[in-house]
C-alpha cells in the first residue's frame, strides 16, 4: 500500500511549501550593535620620581606608587631592631 502523500504529489508540494516558508518568512535582519562606548580616561597619573641620572644622559625613574610588599632585608633589619630593642 502506497503512502497518501506520495501518490498524489499535491500533499508533498504543500507540506514542503509549509516547510520552507517558515525557515524564510519574512526574518527580520539582525539589529545592529552599537558600538561601544568611550571608557572614562584614568585621572592624571602619578608623575615618577627621578632617582638619577647616569652619564650619557639617562634618566633613572623611581617607581610611581610605594610598594606594597617587604622585601626580605627589610624583614630581617626590622627583626633584628626589634630584638635589639627588647
Same mark, same amino acid.
Request: glycine fraction near 6%.
Given at each position: 500500500?502506497?503512502?497518501?502523500? #506520495? ?5 508533498? !508540494?504543500?507540506? *514542503?511549501?509549509?516547510?520552507? +516558508?517558515?525557515? +524564510?518568512? $519574512?526574518?527580520?535582519? !539582525?539589529? =545592529? %550593535? &552599537? !558600538?561601544? =562606548?568611550? +571608557?572614562?580616561? %584614568?585621572? &592624571? *597619573?602619578? %608623575?615618577?620620581?627621578? /632617582?638619577? +641620572?647616569? @652619564? ?7 617607581? $610611581? /606608587? ?10 630581617? #633589619?626590622?627583626? @633584628?631592631?626589634?630584638? %635589639?630593642?627588647?
Amino acid at each position: 500500500m502506497k503512502d497518501a502523500s #506520495t501518490s498524489t504529489g499535491r500533499a508533498t !508540494a504543500s507540506a *514542503a511549501r509549509s516547510r520552507s +516558508t517558515k525557515s +524564510t518568512a $519574512a526574518k527580520k535582519p !539582525a539589529p =545592529k %550593535k &552599537a !558600538a561601544a =562606548k568611550p +571608557t572614562a580616561k %584614568k585621572g &592624571a *597619573a602619578r %608623575k615618577y620620581g627621578v /632617582v638619577g +641620572t647616569t @652619564r650619557d644622559g639617562v634618566v633613572i625613574l623611581g617607581p $610611581a /606608587v610605594k610598594p606594597t610588599h617587604f622585601t626580605s632585608d627589610e624583614i630581617r #633589619t626590622t627583626i @633584628r631592631e626589634l630584638f %635589639k630593642k627588647a
